[in-house]
T-cell receptor, first 109, second 114 residues
């Protein structure tokens, strides 16, 4: 079965602290994984995808096929990082996305 | 470019009624996907339209149907509404069917079924 699991509903940290948002997936094929973010009063938008292997707003995510994980990391959290983060898996050769339940990140000053 | 637009913003219906939601994709996009997001959950894929045909479908009953027009805009229809259909309905657009494309989301339509 295709599934994305985000075990934490809420993650609270202080500004400057490291952040790791966990994401595990279940997929029989070769996965394409994404992190989408929703800031307050804004629409859902792409943060990063594993195939581009880039850092966006200081965030990085590495695909670990052995552990079937795609955790999102940032070494020093900023208050403007406070948002809802969704990990998503793209079904092969389609744009169908399977989302996790999301993790709300709160960064306190 | 306004990006993906959806109408209406909010909608209140009663059980058993029918509803139509509308979506205009981002300029240059030809693929439209619909998602249902219940409170506290991630978006769930309903279906996807490309070249005016339904190409992919999620685990939703036949009460959920859709349409794509020649200008790539799309409608989502839900018949015989149930209380459980109350949710935020998101439309997303992308280009082509190659897979792995960035999805651009609209602001959503909040449907409340009483």
């Amino acid at each position: 079965a295709q599934r994305v699991t985000q075990p934490e509903k809420l993650l609270s940290v202080f500004k400057g602290a490291p952040v790791e948002l966990k994401c595990n997936y279940s997929y029989s094929g070769s996965p394409e994984l994404f992190w989408y973010v929703q800031y307050s009063r804004q629409r859902l938008q792409l943060l990063l995808r594993h195939i581009s292997r880039e850092s966006i707003k200081g965030f990085t995510a590495d695909l670990n096929k052995g552990e079937t994980s795609f955790h999102l990391k940032k070494p020093f959290a900023q208050e403007e990082d406070s948002a809802m983060y969704y990990c998503a898996l793209s079904v092969y050769n389609t744009d169908k996305l399977i989302f996790g339940t999301g993790t709300r990140l709160q960064v306190f000053p | 470019d306004a990006g993906v637009t959806q109408s209406p913003t909010h909608l209140i219906k009663t059980r058993g009624q029918q509803v139509t939601l509308r979506c205009s994709p981002k300029s240059g996009h030809d693929t439209v996907s619909w998602y249902q997001q219940a409170l506290g959950q991630g978006p769930q894929f309903i279906f996807q339209y490309y070249e005016e045909e339904e190409r992919q479908r999620g685990n939703f009953p036949d009460r959920f149907s859709g349409h794509q027009f020649p200008n790539y805009s799309s409608e989502l229809n839900v018949n015989a509404l149930l209380l459980g259909d109350s949710a935020l309905y998101l439309c997303a657009s992308s280009s082509g069917l190659a897979g792995g494309n960035e999805q651009f989301f609209g602001p959503g339509t909040r449907l409340t079924v009483l």
